[in-house]
Nanobody, 123 residues
Framework: QVQLVESGGGLVQAGGSLRLSCAEA???????MGWFRQAPGKEREFVAT????????DYADSVKGRFTISRENAKNTLYLQMSKMKPEDTAVYYC?????????????????WGQGIQVAVSS
């Protein structure tokens, strides 16, 4: 069973940076992965996705140029480097993994989810 555990969340001032990590606890090799977020009172939304090889990435327009998704397959770990953060980035962030090697924006295409981690950006 795939177990995804997020870490690195917290409170940051606007303009600051945070790095989220998502580790697969059981040691399984992961395929396509992504980050999603859900702000209070809003639907869950796509943030970024990456293929198994790491060669292909895709970002939501709202984070493009500020966030970077990456992965370290030897450590079964996914990252999200967030910079130039804005108050509207405040949300619970979720990592997700799918059974296929490609990336996707569609949350219905993901099979495994982490428990989520809070990120808050103060103005």
């Amino acid at each position: 069973q795939v177990q995804l555990v997020e870490s690195g969340g917290g409170l940051v001032q606007a303009g600051g940076s945070l790095r989220l990590s998502c580790a697969e606890a059981s040691g399984r090799t992961l395929n396509g992965m992504g980050w999603f977020r859900q702000a209070p009172g809003k639907e869950r939304e796509f943030v970024a996705t990456i293929s198994r090889t790491g060669l292909t990435t895709d970002y939501a327009d709202s984070v493009k140029g500020r966030f970077t998704i990456s992965r370290e397959n030897a450590k079964n770990t996914l990252y999200l480097q967030m910079s130039k953060m804005k108050p509207e980035d405040t949300a619970v962030y979720y990592c997700a993994a799918r059974r296929y090697p490609t990336e996707t924006r569609d949350d219905h295409d993901y099979d495994y989810w982490g428990q989520g981690i809070q990120v808050a950006v103060s103005s």
